[in-house]
């Protein structure tokens, strides 16, 4: 004996395209989402420990970022406000900038680098 479907489902069968249209759409958000915020999960949201940290540094010289400031733009203003801290914070933001924006973790000669430059901002 055949299997018949009865009548009044399929006159509504039509309802899945939209329905799976929406499923796909929406499980295909959820994976750009994951996969955006999945960066933003790792860094927290903020820079780095040594970031922070080279920012109280400075800071403590009342340097600090503007609001719009990228890091890049940040150092190369401080170079002359601060001479003596160009060098340093330059090391520490192309560091700062691939660990933040990079898709491999620092080494440990890079962060030996980094605690170099720490202690000679914190010196200064």
Known sequence: MAFAWPVEWRSKFWLLIPAGVAAAGALG???WRSGRAGHARRSGGRPPR???RALRA?????LSPEPAETARQFWVRAQFEAPGCGEP???ITTTYERARFGLT???EGEMREVERCLLVLERR
């Open 29 to 31: 958000w959820l994976i």
């Open 50 to 52: 040594f970031y922070e």
């Open 58 to 62: 400075l800071a403590r010289r009342g």
């Open 89 to 91: 914070l330059a090391r």
């Open 105 to 107: 973790a620092l080494t």
